[in-house]
């Protein structure tokens, strides 16, 4: 029999009950202990999973039949929940980001090291199909070497009303710390470690509030790629895009979680082929076919054979909250693997969180 895993959980906001209900269907995860929330809502989500009474984190990390503490309190609780947790003996996922600031982070990594305990970061981005399918594309240098790329997302601040914790830096970190660690730590997967050499801040005019962030990261000697948020719209209208450009065309991705993706390239046989192999099922128009000398282009003074102008279509749009809950399962199915096995290499390790954070916080540093 596998060990059961006793989940604990700190946190009971709309996400955490969305991400614990997702984590209770995965095999041997029970959730075993509730804490720091005594609002209605947390109540009636003890009475949903069981769980007898909330009690506060210093009592549900000496319980024995907890055996993994889930954090997902604002930003400003993670360093002191997890250090609590840790030092009970408890593995720990923590919701992003690890922390508000490397000191605490590096505090964090040592005190689950030193125990041989579990400390990750829900950074469930790169469980998406889609990220191995660029990761594909990008080391087989199918279009060519990938030459920029940007990611704009224009989140809804409709849940935000002013006063929210999101809002106040002491709390949440700002935009860069809060939110863009998850495309931070996708790029890095693609693209490897990052350098922010441009950072800007947003202040919406009719109130003290950042509302929009840009920066540049380089990324090895040449490729530049460009982040912006912005947290301005309405439900409706919250959208997602990112769009990477190869010496021989371009790839989009569409949807904060991407399911979605368009190539438009022109290409030989072979990376026609290439291209249906990382994206099975895809629609291919063709827009022109070459023969002959037509075959023959030019790009950075480089001679590319073409055979045809393509665009390819792949995936569709899907119900965002139904494939979020997929990554998350195979989140925690991932860490909980490592838990039981220590030679289980994962996706996403307690390094990620580190990493993410450090280039939010130079971004952040140098957009004020």
Same mark, same amino acid.
Request: include cysteine; hydrophobic fraction near 45%; charge should be negative.
């Given at each position: ?29 029970r ?5 720091g ?18 009690v ?14 889930? !954090? ?14 840790l030092?009970?003996g ?31 970061v ?8 889609m ?19 940007y ?90 895009e ?27 046989? !072979?990376?026609?082929?290439q ?35 393509i665009v ?31 030679r289980?290499?994962?996706? !996403? ?20």
């Amino acid at each position: 029999m596998e060990q059961e895993i006793g989940l604990g959980v700190v946190g009971f906001g709309g996400f955490g009950l969305f991400a614990v209900q997702q984590f209770a269907q995965v095999p041997g995860v029970r959730v075993a202990g509730m804490s720091g929330t005594h609002r209605e809502a947390a109540y009636a989500a003890a009475q949903r999973f069981g769980v007898p009474d909330i009690v506060e984190i210093e009592t549900m990390v000496r319980q024995p039949e907890v055996d993994l503490v889930y !954090i997902a309190t604002p930003p400003f609780l993670h360093y002191s929940q997890a250090v609590t947790a840790l030092q009970a003996g408890k593995h720990v996922i923590c919701e992003k980001p690890l922390a508000m600031n490397l000191e605490e982070a590096d505090a964090m990594i040592a005190a689950a090291r030193e125990r041989d305990l579990l400390l990750a970061v829900d950074l469930m981005q790169r469980y998406n199909p889609m990220y191995d399918r660029m990761l594909r594309l990008i080391r087989h240098r199918v279009l060519g070497e990938l030459l920029h790329a940007y990611l704009e997302n224009y989140a809804t601040d409709e849940g935000l009303p002013p006063e929210h914790w999101f809002w106040d830096r002491n709390k949440s970190g700002g935009i860069f710390i809060e939110h863009g660690v998850h495309f931070f730590d996708m790029f890095e997967g693609w693209l490897g470690e990052g350098e922010v050499v441009a950072a800007q801040v947003g202040v919406r005019p009719s109130a003290p509030l950042e509302e929009q962030v840009h920066c540049t990261v380089r990324y090895g000697p040449t490729v530049l790629v460009n982040f912006f948020h912005s947290f301005t719209q309405a439900g409706r209208m919250d959208r997602q895009e990112m769009r990477f450009l190869f010496e021989r065309g371009d790839v989009t991705l569409y949807g904060w979680v991407p399911t979605a993706a368009r190539v438009e390239a022109i290409v030989n046989e !072979i990376e026609t082929r290439q291209l249906l192999e990382i994206f099975p099922g895809a629609r291919l128009d063709i827009t022109e076919n070459y023969a002959g000398r037509n075959r023959r282009a030019l790009a950075r003074h480089k001679e590319i054979d073409v055979y045809q102008k393509i665009v390819l279509s792949f995936g569709r749009e899907e119900v965002k909250m139904h494939r979020y809950g997929e990554l998350l399962r195979a989140f925690i199915e991932d860490q909980i693997a490592w838990i039981r096995d220590r030679r289980h290499e994962r996706r !996403i390790t307690d390094r990620n969180g580190r990493q993410s954070l450090a280039l939010a916080v130079a971004a952040d540093r140098l957009g004020h």
